[in-house]
């Protein structure tokens, strides 16, 4: 029995009979123990690591082992970055961090289990310790892999104004660039604010892009934005993203909207969770909006970075050929366990392979360009070599 069943089979009955909110608060508590001694480490890379040099990828400047990451959301507040990047993900992202420490939103409980989707309602409203607090814990932290720091308004349930978050977006910048390798803006969380931004807006955007420029040197900064795909909608972003050579590229979704589609769970069971629901029925849009944004950047200056329902390196794979050159996998470790990235990557080998790539640099945007997949898709229906449909 491998790793990843063990975990499925052993450890999650377990840990499911648990709190979600202590689960997760106490795994990155142990995490962080384990992952700060050299031994905590070794055991963590004998255990989950594989890393295969046709996954190595460099982005923005950055050369990252592998292309699966792990994404803001876990780990807000820096606790247990060692232990993350020792179970092998190709980056850690911190956050998201606001400049100020929020307690996130007061109800309780605000984290949900939806084991008969394999999903996660949450409702967290980003608590974290705050930009300084986070920059210190960080302070002498190095990793094997690239680390990130997710920026965001402070959660105080009601909504700013374009001047006050451009200001306080900056503030955190400037305390946690120094740190980070890449940073990201979160540019629209669904559950602080009511999911209202006015980064949604363009000319604000620009301001808020000019206000880091004024700050010094930047790291490459990615956008993790949500908006409707439209070819209108992308192109007013790219109009303003242009002007800044440090915006590298973009975390594109479209969120999961009532009433949900492709689940199993009962439309009433969820609606006695506040928050919003992440998963594998997230999928087919996450797909439809890598598509999308590739069709539109500059890919010699852009890149795209997928999340949202990847638990199989099958979805992975159709990912990547879709226009995504990182992945990141999140909920897909609750379910599965930290195992879970060994095995896409893995699978992943295996697909590059099966489709004659040498590199999977190789087979970023091949659905564009017309290039055949063997095997299945990720439903399970068979392609026997036949081009997806480019979308342009």
């Known amino acids: 029995m491998n790793i990843m ?12 009979q648990c709190d979600p909110e202590w689960t997760h608060h106490t795994t990155l508590q142990w995490g962080g123990k384990f992952g700060r001694t050299a031994v905590g480490r070794g055991i963590l890379h004998a255990l989950y690591e594989f890393e295969d040099e046709r996954l190595a990828i460099e982005v923005a400047g950055l050369k990252f082992p592998n292309p699966v990451c792990l994404p803001g959301g876990f780990d807000k507040s820096g606790h247990a970055v060692e232990a993350i990047a020792a179970v092998g993900y190709g980056s850690v992202e911190v956050g998201s961090v606001s400049a100020l420490p929020s307690a996130g939103n007061p109800v309780r409980p605000r984290l949900f289990r939806v084991p008969d989707d394999e999903a996660m309602m949450v409702y967290y409203g980003v608590p ?21 720091i997710n920026i965001v308004e402070t959660n105080t349930g009601r909504e700013v104004t374009e001047d006050a978050l451009i200001d306080e977006l900056t503030e955190a910048l400037r305390i946690l ?4 390798n890449f940073m990201t803006v979160n540019m629209n969380c669904p559950n602080s604010a009511g999911g209202v931004s006015p980064l949604d807006k363009p ?5 808020l892009l000019e206000s880091f420029a004024a700050t010094g040197p930047m790291p490459p900064l990615f956008l993790k934005i949500r908006l409707v795909p439209t070819p209108a909608n992308i192109d007013a972003v790219l109009a303003v993203t242009d002007d800044f050579p440090f915006v590298k590229g973009f975390m594109p979704s479209v969120g999961a909207k009532k009433p949900y589609v492709g689940i199993k769970t009962p439309q009433a069971e969820l609606d006695r969770m506040p928050g919003s629901l992440s998963g594998p029925f997230a999928g087919p849009a996450a797909l439809e909006c890598i598509r999308a944004w590739y069709a539109r950047i500059d890919r010699k200056r852009y890149v795209v970075v997928s999340a949202g329902g990847i638990n199989t390196p099958e979805r992975a794979y159709e990912r990547v050929r879709a226009g995504a050159s990182l992945l990141q996998v999140y909920g897909a470790m609750i379910y599965n366990g930290p195992g879970i990235v060994r095995h896409i990557k893995q699978g992943l080998c295996a697909l590059l392979e099966r489709d004659g790539y040498a590199h999977v640099v190789d087979a970023v945007g091949a659905e564009v360009r017309g290039e055949p997949m063997r095997g299945k898709s990720p439903d399970g229906k068979a392609i026997n070599g036949e081009a997806l449909p480019a979308h342009r």
């Open 203 to 207: 000319a604000v955007l620009r301001r």
């Open 5 to 16: 069943n063990l975990y499925r089979t052993l450890a999650r009955p377990v840990l499911f």
């Open 177 to 180: 660039k120094p740190r980070a």
């Open 128 to 148: 974290n310790d705050g930009a300084q607090v986070v920059a210190q814990r960080l302070e002498k932290t190095r990793l094997p892999v690239p680390l990130g």
